[in-house]
């Protein structure tokens, strides 16, 4: 089945240490996302690339790092700079045409620090 | 970074009740996308509008992209419990060069009473 896929569901860590959230689609998308979500919030973009081998800073991309050197790949690391990494994080991918499309969402990944 | 305004932030209906929410923006949107999140879960695409006073239903749900192209509605006609999640709207802008940037509301929490 064609879809994007975010793993692991569940992930500790402890303070100090960086992190890497894996998101994986297979639905030939050009445009991939990391959105985060905390409690009572809306979606806050941090990092999104619109090819292979290129991406951009969203609006909370300090403490975050991300590569995308393959279409199907966009893993997103957690840093120890990241002062309140604990939240539910959601990868989502798009096709990227100058046409309107839809965004599609894994089913996200919730990253406690202990 | 830009968030849309969303409303009502939460709302306690009856079954079968009817049930309305809204998005707002300063700024011009070419698409505006609906999605459903349930608890712990990655947002699921409802409904997706791509022309200014375009009207779409998918089953008991109807959205529309406002005619000013900044705002957009939905509606849910006999609201179910299975209804219950965090409604979310998006609205997507290829201008200022962010093609494919996405934009989510604050989000609306449904509860259905049965």
């Known amino acids: 089945d064609g879809g994007i896929t975010q793993s692991p569901k569940y992930l500790f860590r402890k303070e100090g240490q960086n992190v890497t959230l894996s998101c994986e689609q297979n639905l030939n998308h050009d445009a991939m996302y990391w959105y985060r979500q905390d409690p009572g919030q809306g979606l806050r973009l941090i990092y999104y690339s619109q090819i292979v081998n290129d991406f951009q800073k969203g609006d909370i991309a300090e403490g975050y790092s991300v590569s995308r050197e393959k279409k199907e790949s966009f893993p997103l690391t957690v840093t120890s700079a990241q002062k309140n990494p604990t939240a539910f994080y959601l990868c989502?991918?798009?096709?990227?045409?100058?046409?309107?499309?839809?965004?599609?969402f894994g089913q996200g990944t919730r990253l406690t620090v202990v | 970074g830009q968030q849309l305004n969303q409303s009502p932030q939460s709302m306690f209906i009856q079954e079968g009740e009817d049930v309305s929410m809204n998005c707002t923006s300063s700024s011009i949107f070419n698409t505006w996308l609906w999605y459903k999140q349930d608890p712990g879960e990655g947002p699921v695409l409802l409904i997706a509008l791509y022309k200014a006073g375009e009207l779409t239903s998918n089953g008991r749900l109807t959205a529309q992209f406002g005619i000013t192209r900044k705002d957009s509605f939905l509606n849910i006609s006999a609201s179910i419990p299975s209804d219950v999640g965090i409604y979310f709207c998006a609205g997507r802008t290829t201008y200022g060069g962010a093609t494919n940037k996405l934009i989510f509301g604050t989000g609306t929490l449904l509860a259905v009473q049965p």
């Open positions: 989502a991918s798009s096709t990227h045409t100058v046409m309107n499309t839809e965004a599609f």
